[in-house]
């Protein structure tokens, strides 16, 4: 069945950086789109960032945008998301999520989150 | 982008329907097909039940249904069982580069 596994999580300090893994099976990944989505405590969810199927696009939510990059390994049936210069406000259960090749907004298939803590 | 506007709160007896409604604007919900809906039980992933407004997943019941009027879009639960009693948001495409999720509701069986 399909199945998507977050790993990567856990406290860094401000400023520093961290690179979120979504290792994924049950399907072919490089024929699906991917997103990261991720969940403040306390707060709605919020989209992070969209890898189309082959890789070709990459979009980015504003707060992400030159700190953040998305990527995958077809190889690896993996997604990625490099964070840099942290901030307390990226304090968030991140999830990966599964889409449309071109990221038609279906968000088919959740992982469990990882949690990310920004903190000194 | 602001959060697309759900009711914080949704209720109904077992049997009874339940609609919820995921308002945005013509940025989003408006101007696009692709609007998805998906529940979620404490402790699990979000499973989803409704894609591009009306159409529903492989499995799902068809006690659910999606429709979409101007830069509202609205779930229906019908004929509510126990297991619907959980948290349901709606998320919309938003143009290139862009996705919204919804503020979310909390659906109460009696």
């Known amino acids: 069945q399909v199945q998507l596994v977050e790993s990567g999580g856990g406290v860094v300090q401000p400023g520093r950086s961290l690179r979120l893994s979504c290792a994924t099976s049950?399907?072919?990944?490089?024929?699906?789109?991917f997103h990261w989505v991720r969940q403040a405590p306390g707060k709605g969810l919020e989209w992070v960032a969209v890898?189309?199927?082959?890789?070709?696009?990459?979009y980015y939510a504003e707060s992400a945008k030159g700190r953040f990059t998305i990527s995958r390994d077809n190889f690896k049936n993996t997604l990625y998301l490099q964070m840099n210069s942290l901030r307390a406000e990226d304090t968030a259960v991140y999830y990966c999520?599964?889409?449309?090749?071109?990221?038609?907004?279906?968000?088919?298939?959740w992982g469990q989150g990882t949690l990310v803590t920004v903190s000194s | 982008q602001s959060a697309l506007t759900q009711p914080p709160s949704a209720s109904g007896s077992p049997g009874q329907s339940v609609t919820i409604s995921c308002t945005g604007t013509?940025?989003?919900?408006?101007?696009?097909?692709?609007v998805s809906w998906h529940r979620q039980h404490p402790g699990e992933a979000p499973k989803l039940i409704i894609y591009?407004?009306?159409k529903r997943p492989s499995g799902v019941p068809d006690r659910f249904s999606g429709s979409k009027s101007g830069n509202t879009a609205s779930l229906t639960v019908s004929g509510l069982q126990a297991e619907d009693e959980a948290h349901y948001f709606c998320?919309?495409?938003?143009?290139?580069?862009?996705?919204?999720f919804g503020t979310g509701t909390k659906v109460t069986v009696l």
């Open positions: 890898i189309w199927y082959d890789g070709s696009y990459e």
């Open positions: 999520v599964r889409d449309t090749a071109a990221g038609a907004a279906y968000f088919d298939y």
């Open positions: 591009e407004v009306n």
């Open positions: 049950g399907f072919t990944f490089s024929n699906y789109g």
């Open positions: 998320v919309s495409y938003a143009g290139p580069s862009n996705y919204v």
């Open positions: 013509s940025s989003d919900v408006g101007g696009y097909k692709y």
